[in-house]
Each structure stands twice: as structure tokens, then as C-alpha cells.
């Protein structure tokens, strides 16, 4: 039997009632860990999360999380600590696709549920995990899932982009201010990944074949692809990777500025 790399832990995975936050999730607990899986419409989706948590023969606990909203992410971090003890490990998985929409046509709501979703909700929990595990005596962990897009816009994604540059951008900043309290932060950036994010791609093959020619692999990543990353960001042997992001797109990045 292998060893778990993260037997002992407690971690919250916040969006992980479906794609790279679900997997994610499971995979730290098939590692060890017991999680908080978080979720703000698809309870159904969460359950089924727990549920294979559960079967990993760890715990999990279910929260509904709106994360745009402040109190309910410091009230949520009140009753994990006050019932599960202190969260050692966090994933900010959580969020929205761009809107689609030119600047021009976007709503003051288009543009605030963008940046308070992908960005604020981020702040809000690397805020109350540090105050949790600070002073506790453990090594403590956070991980933010970017995306390629923190550094390749898109037109009609101006919400998106400016969110994850901005997430991209704390996480560099935090690496700052934690190295010497032992908390790892870094990034995760995924290119396409077969969620609901993609679901077009994932329901029409003829859409999936148009959409991956910008990848080199020709191929989109799985939702367990980026949660192996994960496990390995949050493990013992990448103590001292801080303060980076680690590309995971088929060599999407690349791609760009070929043939111009």
C-alpha cells in the first residue's frame, strides 16, 4: 500500500461539487486528507463529492459558500474550525467563465460578479485561512486555480481575465508576506479542461475537435490532470515551491504568436 502524502490534513476545496474542485477534492482524500467541499447552487453535485470522500475512508463536510460575500466566507471558516478543527490546506477552485460580452456591452452587475466571484471570493478565504492556521504550529498550504488567461486575454472576457491576472497577482504578493510564517502559496493555471465550463465541448465532438487545434497536444486536460498538481503542491516534497504558477494547458501558451 502506498504511502498518503497528506494523511492528517484537513483541507477546503471551495466549488467542489463539480470539475477540477470535485477532483481535486477526491484526490486529497484518496491521499489522506479529510476535506470541506463547498458549493453555492448544486447541493446534489457536493454530495456526490462527499460522498466519494466518504468512500476514500476520510470525512467530509458540506458547506454552501457564496463567496462573493464576505460574512459568509468568515462564517464559514467559524464552524470548520469550531467543528473540524484547523483547516491546514485551501483551494481556491471556485468560479465563473467570462460573460462573453464586449466591454461596451457590459453591465455594472456583469463586470462585479466577475471580479467579486474570481477575485474577491479568493481574497476572502486566503484572508480567513491565514487567520485560522496562523500561530497554530501547522504547516499550512493555499493554492489558487488561475488560469492560461491570467496572461492570455480573450476578447469578451475582460471580467475573467482581470480577475485572474488580479488573483495571479495576490498570490505573488501573499508569497511575500507568508514566507516566513510556513505557508506555501501558488498558483495553478489550467488550459482547457473538460468541466462544465466546457460543456459544449464535452457534448459535441465537433466542437471539441474546433476548439483543441490551438492545443499543440490536441487535446483537452481531464479535471483529475490538474488535481494530481494539486496533490503535489499540497504534499511534503513542494515545500519550497512558492509563490509560482504552474501551467498545466498541453502547451497552449506556446502556441500563441505561431505562424504571425
Known sequence: MKEQRMNGELAIVTGSDSGIG??????????????????????????????????????????????????NVQQLFHEVKSTLGVPTILVNNAGIDASGKMVKDMTDDDWND??????????????EFIRAIE????HGTIINITSVHQEIPR?????????????????????????????????IAPGMVLTPMNQSAIDDPEVLKQQVQSIPMKRAAH???????AVFLASEQA??????????????MLFQGQGA
Do not use: M
Not at 114 to 127: S, V
Not at 158 to 179: C, F, I, Q, V
Open 22 to 71: 470535485q477532483a481535486t477534492a477526491i484526490a486529497f482524500a484518496r491521499e489522506g486528507a479529510d476535506l470541506v467541499v463547498t458549493y453555492l447552487h448544486d447541493r446534489q453535485g457536493a454530495e456526490r463529492t462527499a460522498g466519494e470522500i466518504e468512500n476514500a475512508g476520510r470525512k467530509a463536510a458540506v458547506f454552501r459558500l457564496d463567496q462573493r460575500d464576505s460574512k
Open 114 to 127: 466577475a471580479i467579486r466571484t474570481n477575485l474577491f471570493g479568493p481574497f476572502y478565504c486566503c484572508r
Open 135 to 138: 500561530n497554530s504550529g501547522r
Open 155 to 187: 476578447a469578451g472576457a475582460s471580467g475573467y481575465d482581470a480577475a485572474k491576472g488580479g488573483l495571479r497577482n495576490l498570490t505573488t504578493t501573499l508569497a511575500l508576506e507568508l514566507a516566513e510564517k510556513d505557508i506555501n502559496v501558488n498558483n
Open 223 to 229: 479535471p483529475e490532470e490538474i488535481a494530481h498538481v
Open 239 to 252: 515545500r519550497y515551491i512558492h509563490g509560482t504558477t504552474i501551467v498545466v494547458d498541453g502547451a497552449l
